[in-house]
């Protein structure tokens, strides 16, 4: 008597979920997603490689933070390492050249582009009074300016906060230099939204300043340039929301992010926070408190994705069109470690992500055309990273009965990779097959080409485009769980998995 074929399927890939139990996971949702990038239309790619800027590092110190400062005329790089600033204007290769100056060395700095009165120019909150940077010199400590961390602009003027209470300063209109100084126009207030927490990050969210807490965040909404009482014109905006990452608070569009101790919140003026990480839960339970303070992020514009380092874990996107995770990113962005992230403009004005690592390099996160990481200015060297994409667990109907899994039917477009695996894990064992980058057991029906008339589409060729493949398995079980991996160089897509099976009726 001939068994029942059944069958069960990945028909798409709409993001991670590490939160619903693996028995019930939505048949388009990943379990892993390791160098992966899933699209807005249902696929997943392998992550782009990330490139560095410079041939030898920029100093052989961590990179405390960095920020892209974009003037009429030119894009200047800024990082600061051990206390002192270095500048580079955009390229790949580039140079970055010390400025004379001393930052604190220890503190990771904040940066707010602002006139000072005269010019626009680059203020620098590193822990102490205020300093700015005109594109030439460096002036350190400006004058009666409070200690400050934590640095944003607002309604024509730039505000303050030292990181450590709650108080908050402000400058006087268009003059940076007047921050908390009475007599240039500028002042500060005690915030007490929810009693004495202090300060914790700032960021111009609408016709709003955000001011966060540990635990809460206020909003003050001047209702001109000229409105500064802050005590009366702040209001609760969140009273359980707080953090304390300043570095990942990210401005996306109408609305921003921020990573909390219970994941990452959507903010909009509007509505109340909205939790956006549920699905990813399990990364922010495992992280000590100097991790979660330690997290920083950046806005990949091109892709709608806000990027999301975790020391010790890696790099989390998050697609705010399709509302979904993939990660981490691992790899070069651990080994150096990255500490800093920032959007940034390309030579031709496109936009995009850089980080700063460990080890002292400046990179390009998400670099087009390679799959390595840490590639030379000149793309040579780099290590190579794999991609591993873990399907929902496929069940073939009944969960209590036994099968014989027969085929599994991958489409993807392999670019030619000749380490394309599809790897499988049933209750008899485990096993895996190798796609062959243009010929061998690839199409729906037939063992031997890609498909059955020669010098057609789905003809031998170069191993690119989407095309079906056929992949032999074997192995029984009530379920299985497929893996696929690719440790190439090319960024290489798949669309979907079909598994075909044979029903052995239940087992005792």
């Known amino acids: 008597m001939t068994r029942e074929k059944v069958t069960d399927s990945q028909p798409g890939v709409f993001g991670l979920d590490l939160l619903t139990d693996e028995n019930s996971l939505d048949p388009t949702s990943l379990r892993l997603a390791e160098n992966v ?58 140079t970055f050249s010390s400025v004379v100056g001393a930052l604190a060395a220890a503190v990771v700095p904040a940066f707010a582009s602002f006139r000072d009165g005269s010019v626009n120019v680059c203020y620098i909150a590193d822990g102490g009074p205020l300093n700015k940077f005109d594109g030439t010199t460096l002036t350190i400590n400006l004058a009666s300016t409070p200690n400050v961390k934590l640095l944003a602009v607002y309604n024509e003027r730039l505000f303050g906060a030292t990181g450590d209470d709650e108080t908050i300063y402000w ?58 009482a802050i005590a009366a014109g702040t209001r609760g905006y969140s009273v359980d929301v707080g953090t304390t990452a300043p570095r990942s608070l990210v401005a996306v569009d109408h609305a921003a992010m921020v990573a909390t101790e219970r994941g990452v919140y959507w903010l909009e003026s509007a509505v109340e926070p909205q939790l956006v990480s549920a699905k990813i839960a399990t990364v922010f339970r495992s992280l000590a408190s100097s991790d979660l303070a330690n997290i920083c992020a950046a806005h990949n514009r091109p892709f709608y994705e806000v990027l999301f380092f975790v020391p010790g874990v890696g790099l989390f996107a998050y697609n705010y069109l399709s509302k979904q995770w993939y990660g981490p990113w691992a790899d070069g962005y651990l080994s150096p470690a990255v500490k800093a992230m920032w959007e940034t403009q390309d030579s031709t004005g496109v936009p995009a992500a850089l980080a700063g690592d460990a080890s002292g390099w400046v990179r390009q996160c998400d670099r087009s055309g390679t799959a390595k990481d840490n590639l030379a200015p000149d793309s040579t060297g780099g290590t190579t990273y794999t991609m591993k994409a873990k399907f929902h667990r496929m069940f073939c109907g009944d969960p209590a009965t036994c099968k014989s899994h027969r085929w599994g039917y991958v489409t993807a477009n392999i670019f030619g990779s000749s380490t394309f695996l599809v790897r499988w894990q049933s209750r008899s064992g485990a096993n895996s097959h190798t796609l062959p980058a243009s010929t061998g057991i690839i199409a729906w029906d037939d063992p031997g080409t890609e498909w059955d008339e020669v010098g ?17 398995m074997d192995g029984w079980g009530e379920s299985v769980d497929v893996t696929i991996e690719d440790a190439g160089i090319t960024e290489v897509q798949l669309s979907r998995f079909d598994l075909e099976a044979f029903n052995m009726g239940r087992r005792g």
């Open 37 to 94: 990038r899933c699209g807005e239309a249902g696929g997943a790619t392998k992550r782009r490689g990330s490139q560095r800027l410079t041939a030898a590092v920029v100093a052989a110190n961590p990179v405390l933070n960095g920020y892209s400062w974009v003037q009429p005329s030119a894009v200047t790089e800024l990082v600061v390492i051990n206390g002192t600033l270095y500048k580079a204007t955009f390229g790949i290769p580039t």
């Open 171 to 228: 400058s006087g209109l268009g003059n940076g230099d007047g921050l908390g100084v009475g007599g240039s126009g500028g002042g500060s207030a005690s915030v007490r939204t929810f009693g004495r927490q202090k300060v914790t990050g700032l960021l111009t969210l609408g016709d709003s300043l955000l001011v966060l807490h540990q635990r809460g965040i206020s909003r003050f909404t001047g209702i001109s340039k000229d409105d500064i």
């Open 456 to 472: 057609s589409t789905w003809d031998e060729g170069s191993g690119t485009g989407m095309r079906p493949f056929r992949v032999p």
